[in-house]
């Protein structure tokens, strides 16, 4: 059974900072693309960062403040952020799959947006002003 496992959601002030880990298990890493969506309520769900063989991306939104981190050796991905905002405040997800892309629906969990891959639980990101 595959299973991704988020933690370190939790609660911070603008301006502070995070990092969620991702431990997978039935899976390897290193094989698939690996990502964070997150979606807030009323809002889409949305990728905001990826890792893979080939490099780094993140949404524009987050770039320069948010960082992803893969460590084979524990087949966990991180998203360290910093200088954390209201409006990134959101449940998070980490995703891993053959390549990962927003969701047409606008809903996280789906498999069409992870192209058949897997979806962690979520953890939960609040971030007061």
């Known amino acids: 059974e595959v299973q991704l496992v988020e933690s370190g959601g939790g609660s911070v002030q603008a301006g502070g900072s995070l990092r969620l880990s991702c431990t997978a298990s039935?899976?390897?890493?290193?094989?698939?693309?690996v990502g964070w969506y997150r979606q807030a309520p009323g809002n889409a769900c949305e990728l905001i960062s990826t890792?893979?063989?080939?490099?780094?991306w993140y949404k524009q939104s987050v770039k320069g403040r948010f960082t992803i981190s893969l460590d084979n050796a524990k087949n966990t991905v991180y998203l360290q952020m910093n200088s954390l905002k209201p409006e990134d405040a959101a449940v998070y997800y980490c995703?891993?799959?053959?390549?990962?892309?927003?969701?047409?629906?606008?809903?996280?969990?789906?498999?069409?947006?992870?192209?058949?891959?897997?979806w962690g639980q979520g953890t939960q990101v609040t971030v007061s002003s």
């Open positions: 890792t893979a063989p080939e490099g780094t």
């Open positions: 039935g899976i390897t890493f290193d094989d698939s693309d």
């Open positions: 995703a891993a799959g053959p390549s990962l892309v927003d969701p047409d629906d606008g809903n996280c969990g789906g498999t069409v947006a992870v192209r058949g891959g897997y």
